[in-house]
């Protein structure tokens, strides 16, 4: 007999689970479903990693070193990026041929680049600059027709609240620890980024890995915020950089310096979803600006990513770290300017596009659009390319080609391209009879 009262509430928690499970099955809206078509049609976005941090140069993780957050709060006192211009910024990205800006309205450092209400912590009440820059960038992206995404830290290095995980174990915090206020004031400050600040896109949260190391796992509480979020925008898109497969509500699945289905870094091993996809990677070494980090990646070398991103059916997401001064670095301006030339030319082979089922090749990469097969040809000692193809095509553009009906090969033959980062090839396809 005593066994049954045990049995009986074993049940109802099962029946339970099994309720919330159903409960919290997410269903994406029309417009959630037209805004993913979107995006993955943008392929190239810029993502922008400053707050007061930037006034350290020392990158975006400079408080997690062992400084006291009172010693390293002061920075805020200090932050007047007089140079600041949110249309230079935007139309320097914009020439560029990026799509979308992610701009960083939290990092871990809990500095929030709006006006919040929820804390004097922020850029127009903390520094003397006194300037909202994200309502500045907001009304610009609106205007110049680019698509506005915003990074948002669930972490934080600050508050007492927050439930400490393993890192910011150093700043000297006092720590009272309630996530049940930690959320409510990230729910609040959500709030304000999805109702004033116009048509946003996409919130991109970070520091979900903070708890990884728990002995008990952390319930986060992903879906409540989720659904909180999507309540107040249907068509937004939600991302989480936690280096996990996609978790229930999430709309795009994000990779950190790797394309989908590498993992040099070590932070992008897992599976690649059905939901658009996006990669993020930095234009030198750092996030944040760092004075001693010069070592930038060369334009060849971004083509080649983002070309390679596209390939995979990725968006690119390219960091540049803004100086203290509110100016973009002009090496990062550089890049931008040569990305740009070689997208006014080619971008048609990169927007819009899909992956194949070619996929990547030693020669390079294969994106198409309609009955369009783009060929990358990124081995610029290459002097020609064979792929299997179910017709004789229509067209191969200006190339020398020949197409062996037995074996369904298109064979190509290259010019002279060792010039080129990026010999593309539009094989027009026969549309294939039913």
Request: glycine content about 8%; charged content about 25%; aromatic content about 12%.
């Amino acid at each position: 007999m005593r066994i049954r009262p045990f049995l009986l509430a074993l049940f109802l928690c099962f029946q339970l689970s099994a309720f919330n499970s159903l409960q919290a099955k997410y269903v994406p809206t029309k417009e959630n479903l037209e805004r993913r078509q979107e995006f993955e049609g943008m392929r190239f976005g810029i993502f922008l990693h400053w707050g007061i941090y930037s006034t350290f140069a020392q990158g975006e993780w400079y408080l997690n070193s062992g400084l006291k957050q009172s010693e390293y709060a002061k920075a805020a006192d200090a932050f007047y990026p007089h140079r600041f211009n949110a249309m230079e910024w935007v139309k320097a990205i914009k020439d560029a041929g990026a799509k979308y800006i992610t701009f960083t309205t939290r990092h871990h450092d809990g500095f929030s680049m709006w006006h919040t209400r929820m804390s004097d912590y922020n850029v127009v009440r903390a520094t003397p600059f006194g300037r909202d820059v994200l309502r500045e960038l907001s009304k610009v992206c609106q205007r110049e027709g680019v698509r506005l995404h915003l990074y948002y830290s669930i972490l934080d290095w600050m508050r007492s609240d927050y439930p400490v995980g393993r890192t910011g174990l150093k700043t000297g915090r006092e720590l009272y620890p309630n996530y049940d206020e930690y959320l409510r004031f990230m729910k609040l400050q959500c709030n304000e980024l999805l109702t004033q600040y116009g048509d946003i896109g996409a919130l991109w949260f970070d520091g979900y890995w903070d708890h990884d190391a728990d002995s008990i796992p952390f319930d986060w509480r992903m879906n409540e915020l989720y659904e909180y979020c999507h309540s107040l925008c249907p068509s937004l898109l939600i991302g989480n950089n936690h280096h996990m497969a996609p978790l229930e509500g999430e709309d795009f699945q994000m990779f950190e310096r790797d394309l989908p289905g590498e993992n040099k870094a070590g932070l992008s091993g897992q599976d690649i979803s059905q939901l658009p996809l996006e990669m993020c990677q930095t234009m030198n070494g750092m996030w944040g600006y760092k004075v001693s980090d010069t070592d930038y990646k060369s334009a060849d070398e971004l083509i080649t990513l983002l070309v390679r991103a596209a390939g995979k059916g990725s968006n690119l997401l390219l960091n540049i770290g803004p100086q203290p001064n509110g100016e973009l670095p002009a090496v990062a301006l550089e890049r931008l300017k040569a990305i740009g030339e070689w997208m006014r030319v080619n971008g048609h082979s990169v927007y819009e596009t899909h992956r194949t089922a070619l996929g990547e090749q030693p020669w390079g990469t294969t994106t198409e659009r309609k009955d369009t097969l783009f060929l990358h040809i990124l081995d610029r000692e290459a002097k020609s390319v064979e792929i299997p193809l179910e017709q004789r095509p229509l067209s191969v553009g200006k190339y020398e080609w020949k197409y062996d009906k037995k074996t369904r090969r298109l064979t190509i033959e290259l010019p002279e391209h060792a010039d080129a980062v990026d010999c593309i090839v539009e094989v027009i396809r026969a549309r294939i009879s039913k």
